[in-house]
């Protein structure tokens, strides 16, 4: 029977349609980063060998993450019978399936309603040249309650010109509607909701879990814009859906991050590295990591106390543009004394095509988009409510050395 199905004709109602709206219409839909939509049979039979052309070589869908190398959620990956599913397709000439005079299928998308959407007030008009810019947008909006947060969708209207985003909530009232801001965003904030880079998809809070919104309070949107050689306008968006009661687990980040970057033109190989010693108990339930155009590799594990090294994520082919949030399948237990690293590798030659300066420069640290970063924020949960203090201050006495310039 299996030999029979593969044997028939591959169409697009039947076959590909559903491969399309698993893996592709998520992003190949109108306002999102596609550059042509797959909604409908129309949009994908012209383009049926090019599909399959970049989903053979696996360029697409973009899925980054190593496989074998940390078990993820959402995994991006086509299998080898969908990818042989678009393969027929394309060369049988791309049939549609449906008798002639039929309307032509259509790719179906779950709708998801958020509960708040914010945008900013008006427009902001970014200058066609010059360095790149920080600002903060506060949006006033009615909160008469404390509520919790369980996703948050950036999006932006002008994708070519957002480095990327972190947004914020406060209680103050002195603020004006936007104003300069360059790394932080200039005061205390009540709560963070976390933030986009290019290629995030929307950001979903795992079970029991949430962030806060204060009662009577702002959001605060920190964007980072970078100028494309002409006056460009931006009026993001941000949709936020709340879940029902107060969450009962709580995430904290452990950030390996290096600011010791400083690759000479031409190296090909550049490494910097971090740890961190993990003091209780803790389950690791996702993993994000940040890096610039340079970037090539990106690792990341965990050495157990007993010597036995878990993989947490394996990236080989780093792109500036496909950066994401990785949530795990099962939460990975860390146990007390559990070492962390990262390892990040940099190509500064003429031969990375991502490099964004012919001739290679010298490249730093630095938050514009030509310097580099490195940075691996592991998302944890500890096993006990009790411990967060302890957690805490062993990560902010990692930040005290780190500003110290002892590591």
Request: proline share 9%; charged share 25%; glycine share 8%.
């Amino acid at each position: 029977m299996l030999i029979l199905i593969a044997l028939l004709a591959a169409n697009f109602s039947r076959d590909v349609a559903p491969i399309l709206n698993k893996h592709c219409v998520t992003c190949h839909r109108a306002g999102e980063v596609g550059p042509f939509p797959l909604e409908t049979y129309d949009d994908a039979a012209p383009r049926a060998k090019l599909i399959a052309k970049v989903t053979a070589s696996r360029y697409m869908p973009p899925w980054k993450p190593t496989h074998g190398y940390g078990r993820f959620k959402g995994e991006r990956r086509l299998t080898q019978a969908e990818i042989a599913t678009l393969d027929r397709w394309a060369a049988e000439g791309a049939p549609n399936g449906r008798a002639r005079g039929t309307v032509t299928s259509t790719v179906a998308r779950e709708v998801v309603r958020p509960d708040l959407s914010i945008m900013l007030r008006e427009p902001y008009q970014l200058a066609g040249d010059g360095p790149d810019t920080y600002r903060c947008f506060v949006i006033p909006f009615d909160s008469r309650e404390e509520r919790w947060v369980r996703s948050v969708a950036f999006v932006p209207s002008n994708r070519k010109i957002v480095h990327h985003a972190l947004f914020f909530t406060t209680t103050r009232r002195d603020l004006p509607g936007d104003y300069p801001c360059f790394g932080t965003p200039g005061f205390l904030p009540s709560s963070s909701l976390g933030g986009w880079s290019p290629g995030n998809a929307p950001l979903e809070m795992p079970e029991g879990t949430a962030m806060r919104l204060p009662k009577d309070s702002r959001v605060v949107m920190q964007l980072h814009f970078h100028p494309t050689g002409k006056p460009e306008q931006e009026q993001s968006t941000l949709h936020l859906n709340f879940a029902a009661s107060p969450p009962v687990r709580h995430i904290v980040d452990v950030g390996l991050v290096s600011r010791t970057i400083d690759i000479p033109p031409g190296d090909a190989s550049y490494k910097v590295r971090d740890h961190f010693t993990i003091p209780v108990n803790v389950h690791a339930v996702g993993i994000i990591p940040h890096a610039h155009y340079v970037a090539r590799e990106v690792k990341g594990w965990a050495t157990l106390p007993g010597g036995r090294r878990v993989w947490l994520l394996w990236i080989r082919d780093w792109d500036f543009n496909w950066q994401d949030r990785y949530w795990y399948r099962e939460p990975l237990a860390l146990p007390e004394g559990t070492r962390v690293e990262m390892e990040f590798t940099y190509d500064n030659s003429a031969a990375n095509v991502r490099n964004p300066n012919l001739p290679p420069q010298r490249v730093t640290w630095g938050p514009g988009t030509t310097d580099e970063m490195a940075g691996l924020h592991i998302q944890v949960i500890p096993d006990r409510e009790e411990d967060l203090p302890e957690l805490g201050r062993a990560l902010w006495g990692k930040v005290m050395r780190m500003v110290g310039g002892r590591f």
